[in-house]
């Protein structure tokens, strides 16, 4: 594989680096991204119109059913060779800041340990009322499980499309791009914001930004290194090409 010689010696020298991810890394997994993930059962609905409070205000059962297929996928399926090669990068990078997207939970299966979950994560609920997180509850047939607390409807807890992202986690993200060397967009469309401006966030600080991508992106044109191909096949090169 041919990767930038200059990006190799920069990457080794690296003392602080920022990855943000995307549905991308975990395709090689066998999940699919949005734009992929109208398959079977569900094909007749888009994302974007189950993964809302609308839509769980309209149909809680048909946004919970949703959710539980997709926590019954990721159940079934392991980190690829991408995710565990960011682990390893975690190891060798003294500050190391991993943001994803993602809330399949595989980086940390993966053995990644300073991760900032922007979106969630599936196999957690919450209450849609008071709010409270858990990751157990009761399954009841026909309906939405109940909060033992107070009653209300449970939901996953993720972010859904109209809904601000955890003010903390943001922040954190924020200060990890402002004050890295590199920046890597990895399996990313960089179509859904904030994360999205994760990128200039490190730009403007002057970190050299680097994607992996099997296609273009908007952001393509604005990186230093695009590195077109799959992350399962290009972070471990990259890793064995530096170290
Ligand atoms: P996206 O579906 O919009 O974009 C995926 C990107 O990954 C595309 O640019 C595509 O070219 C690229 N890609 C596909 N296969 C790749 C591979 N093997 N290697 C490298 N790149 C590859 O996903 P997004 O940008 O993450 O944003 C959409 C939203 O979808 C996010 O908010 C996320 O929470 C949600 N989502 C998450 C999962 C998951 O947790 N696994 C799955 C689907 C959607
Ligand atoms: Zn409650």
């Known amino acids: 594989m041919n990767l930038p010689p200059e990006l190799i010696v920069y990457l080794r020298s690296s003392t602080r680096v920022a990855v943000l991810t995307g549905a991308g890394i975990s395709q090689e997994s066998g999940l699919r991204t949005f734009r992929e993930a109208r398959d079977g059962l569900w094909t007749q609905y888009k994302p974007e119109d189950l993964a809302s409070r609308e839509a769980f205000a309209q149909n809680p059962k048909l946004v919970w059913d949703w959710y539980a297929m997709r926590r019954e996928k ?7 060779p ?22 399949d939970g595989l980086h940390l299966k993966a053995g990644s340990a300073n991760i900032i979950e922007l979106h969630g994560n599936l196999q957690r609920v919450k209450c849609s009322e008071c709010g409270r997180a858990t990751v157990e509850w ?3 047939e026909g309906s939405v499980p109940i909060c033992l607390v107070c009653g209300g409807l449970l939901r996953p807890d ?3 499309f109209g809904e601000s992202l955890p003010r903390a986690a943001l922040e954190t ?36 930004l680097v994607e992996i991508n099997a296609e273009q992106t908007s952001l393509t044109e604005k990186v230093d290194f695009a590195l077109q191909g799959k992350s399962g096949e290009i972070l471990p090169a990259l890793l064995s090409a530096a170290w």
């Open 158 to 160: 993720v972010v859904w």
């Open 138 to 140: 009761v399954e009841t």
């Open 82 to 103: 991408g995710h565990y090669a960011l682990a390893e990068l975690e190891r060798r990078i003294p500050t190391f800041t991993l943001i994803t997207q993602n809330v």
């Open 74 to 80: 990721v159940r079934g399926v392991l980190p690829n």
């Open 173 to 208: 993200a924020v200060l990890a791009c402002r004050e890295c060397e590199i920046f890597f967009s990895i399996g990313t469309s960089g179509l859904v914001q904030p994360a999205a401006s994760l990128a200039y966030a490190a730009r403007n600080r002057g970190a050299k």
